[in-house]
């Protein structure tokens, strides 16, 4: 290797730049980095370390900037950020597959506490995140020199970075200067570090990435190097435990919804490139072909890099199969030619697969996970759901099982539930297979379908709900609007913790409602302290159901204007409430904060063991059902009286749904990808794609037919609600359920209008035909079949 001295001018400059770098708590301008970054690039640099990041990935000046920096074949390492241990934290550019990402460990090889967790959020609701940091470096108490004299130790991936990009200089440095650009760039950079990594035993992938770096190993690498692609990481193995956590703490089993594994293509062959033809899945022996894979994947791969989703599902006739599935996955990817040649670069990439696979679990044990109706920051001001957070005020982790609920999709599994996810709107399931759908600080709105199909899911197919809520006070979200220097801008929050007025709108057919209070303290239940971090109240609930109530203090900003004008409240606020439905069970709760790992204080995850035993299982405990709590009167409150809705916002702007078209996407089992879901298509076969088996529905998932009701249902136009204020959906009208009641499905009335109409037509055709001659195709058996 050569010595520092004999460096080309850049690279000794860098070098001494990267191990001198210091990470400032301070305000930094876009502007600023955007100027550094042209510098950069007319300056021909070749290496860039970047100490700095935020959570904004979509600051397009910015990472456009980054973009056509990583193009001009400018190598970048970045900090992955210091927001560990949470997941879901990764900084902008690290996050950036372009980009280098550096977490950081101690002289123990062990994760730096601060160090920052993937998996990436950008992918989030309809895709899945990819796999960061790239790799981990020393960053723990490392010596460097004091600006004026002497040295000091500094921890932070701010520091761990700078010597990553050390290295990188060290690695260019071996590279012949008349072959460096030929070689050398973001791409085959990234493909030396993490081959050449060392895989650390304990921590997962989403902590470490493809391991601590090892100049000598990556040395090697680059010695021999030839331009090529690859895929990063370049095998999934569920044996292999805790590394690839998560997809190892759950195996795969046939009808589930599609398990997702997000991977990067790295072309090292030039800036561009393309895909040739479809992936292929090669299956090892018999039984691997039980897995079927749909691919998703970079049109184009720019600047150096794109992505390679695999949508993973076991066939129906894998239902009862136990045992594991091996086999590759291949792409091939193709280059223009490069300087001084002819013709096209072609490279063939691998993805080594090994999976486990279990006979499908009772719906009893299976949960379904909304992550569509999640919103996170950015783009817009998404406020925390715990208000005592003061020095984290934005909802960025992403709100994934995966991310920072990862602790409690862990807890779950170790009891023995299978969690799905749904990225996709609630049309999209079956709810026949799934024993409770979780749905846990949301903030979003519903489409009327989605509302329709889930009180049909409920009422019809024996579907159980489990909803989480937090706060939502619309004086409360004005007050905490602020100026960003950044944006020269007002923020102020689209919605609070979670969407009340949507998540009432979603629960009224069932009599339930949550309020406007933001309720604060310690409660005792079960011998177990619990905190409640700024949770909401329940205002509407059937009698016959079980309410929880404590005393609480209300942190509203109505309830402070309550306060100043001489009211007051010393009445226990309901939070807990469980209820039968039928043949269904739904549990409601007003905080979600015990739940999520990020800035917990209580958790209360034995609480949702005993709800998700009572939804799914239909076990009763004697704490959460004694007849203290069983309510003899429904709670009510008028529907004006409900939380509304802001008018003062465009809030489709921050909407999936809003403005949106309803569509199952690739996130969905394969037989609803590209429609409206489950019982909004043609009766008795659902769209399918080619080569894949048409699944019968018969009458489709939601049909009834031997259920009345009284009462019709109002229709609303969301559009016009958000603008109104607080229009609220009541299947029930003003009244409340005094006992659970049973719904049609929303097929039902026009389904019997439709028949009756049908066979009086028919009678009347009867009796035209003993008038009059029979004619040629009169006949109309079967034109109504499908209904």
């Not at 402070?560 to 010393?570: E, Y």
Request: aromatic share 10%; charged share 20%.
């Amino acid at each position: 290797m050569q010595n520092v001295s004999d460096l080309h001018p850049t690279l000794r400059f860098m070098l001494s730049v990267c191990l001198q770098t210091r990470s400032l708590m301070q305000v930094s301008y876009t502007s600023w980095f955007l100027d550094a970054f042209n510098y950069a690039i007319a300056s021909n640099m070749d290496v860039l370390n970047l100490s700095i990041g935020g959570p904004d990935y979509l600051d397009l000046p910015f990472v456009e900037k980054v973009l056509e920096l990583t193009a001009s074949n400018i190598i970048m390492v970045s900090a992955i950020g210091n927001d560990g241990p949470l997941y879901g934290t990764l900084n902008n550019p690290g996050d950036q597959s372009d980009v280098i990402g550096v977490g950081g460990i101690d002289y123990n090889d062990h994760i730096a506490s601060f160090s920052s967790r993937g998996m990436s959020t950008w992918e989030i609701p309809h895709g899945y995140g990819r796999v960061k940091p790239d790799i981990v470096a020393y960053g723990r108490e490392i010596m460097g020199s004091k600006i004026s004299t002497g040295c000091k130790t500094l921890s932070g991936t701010s520091v761990a970075s700078p010597v990553v990009a050390g290295v990188v200089c060290l690695l260019v440095s071996v590279i012949p200067e008349n072959e460096r650009k030929q070689l050398l760039n973001p791409a085959s950079m990234k493909q030396a570090l993490v081959e050449g990594a060392a895989k650390l035993s304990g921590p997962n992938m989403y902590e470490q990435g493809a391991g601590r770096v090892d100049l000598l190993e990556s040395y090697e690498i680059l010695k021999t190097y030839t331009p090529r692609a690859s895929i990063f990481p370049s095998v999934l193995d569920y044996t292999d435990c805790p590394y690839a956590w998560p997809f190892c703490q759950q195996p795969l089993y046939a009808d589930a919804m599609p398990v997702l594994f997000n991977t990067t293509i790295l072309n090292g062959m030039g800036v561009i490139g393309y895909i040739e033809s479809q992936p292929v899945w090669h299956p090892s022996n018999e039984e691997s072909n039980l897995l079927s894979i749909h691919f998703t994947y970079s049109d184009i791969i720019w600047p150096w890099t794109g992505y390679l989703a695999l949508h993973m599902q076991i066939k129906e006739e894998g239902a009862k199969f136990s045992g594991e599935i091996e086999g590759n996955v291949t792409v091939k990817v193709y280059s223009p030619p490069g300087l001084g040649e002819t013709s096209f670069r072609h490279s063939t990439c691998v993805l080594r697969l090994k999976l486990k696979v279990i006979p499908t679990p009772p719906r009893s044990v299976r949960v379904l996970w909304d992550q569509f109706h999640s919103i996170k920051y950015p783009p817009g001001y998404i406020p925390r759901d715990s208000l005592d957070v003061r020095n984290d005020i934005l909802d960025w982790h992403g709100d994934h099982l995966h991310t920072n609920f990862h602790i409690m999709f862990n807890m779950l599994r170790d009891a023995g539930y299978y969690i799905e996810t749904l990225g996709s709107p609630l049309t999209c399931f079956d709810a026949r297979h799934y024993g409770t759908l979780m749905l846990v600080d949301l903030e979003d709105e519903y489409f009327e379908e989605e509302i329709q199909k889930l009180r049909d899911d409920v009422v019809n197919t024996g579907l159980s709900l489990v909803v989480f809520g937090d706060w939502y006070n619309v004086d409360t979200m004005v007050k905490m609007r602020f100026f960003d220097d950044n944006t020269r801008s007002w923020w102020t929050p689209v919605t609070g913790g979670a969407n009340i007025p949507a998540l009432n709108d979603l629960l009224a057919p069932f009599g339930i409602a949550f309020g406007d209070r933001i309720l604060n303290g310690d409660f005792n239940l079960n011998d177990e302290l619990i905190k409640y971090a700024s949770g909401t109240n329940i205002v509407k609930f059937p009698s016959g159901g079980y309410v929880h109530s404590f005393p609480f203090y209300d942190s509203s900003e109505s309830a402070a204007t309550h306060s100043f004008l001489g009211g007051k409240d010393n009445a226990d606020s309901p939070i807990l409430g469980l209820v039968e439905v039928g043949g269904s069970r739904i549990a409601v709760y007003g905080d979600s904060n015990c739940l999520d790992s990020s800035h917990m204080v209580t958790n209360c995850y034995w609480l949702l063991r005993k709800i998700l035993d009572f939804t799914g299982k239909k076990v009763k405990d004697p704490i959460l059902f004694s007849n203290s709590v069983k309510l003899k009167t429904p709670l009510h409150q008028d529907d004006d009286q409900l939380p509304s809705r802001r008018t003062d916002l465009n809030f489709s702007m921050y909407s999936a749904v809003l403005g949106k078209e309803l569509i199952c996407r690739s996130d969905s089992r394969f037989d609803v990808w590209g429609t409206k879901g489950y019982g909004l298509q043609v009766r008795g076969r659902n769209r399918r794609l080619p080569g894949y088996k048409a699944i019968d529905l018969g009458m489709g998932l939601n049909s009834s037919s031997d259920i009345s009701i009284s009462k019709s249902p109002k229709v609303v136009d969301k559009s016009k609600e958000i603008s109104s204020g607080n229009k609220f959906l009541s299947l029930l009208y003003r009244d409340d359920l005094d006992v659970p009641v049973v719904f049609p499905s929303h097929w039902l009335v026009p389904a019997v209008v439709g028949v009756l109409g049908i066979l009086l037509l028919i009678n009347f055709w009867r009796i035209r035909q003993k008038r009059r001659r029979r004619r040629k195709g009169s006949n109309s058996s079967g034109r109504f079949s499908n209904l």
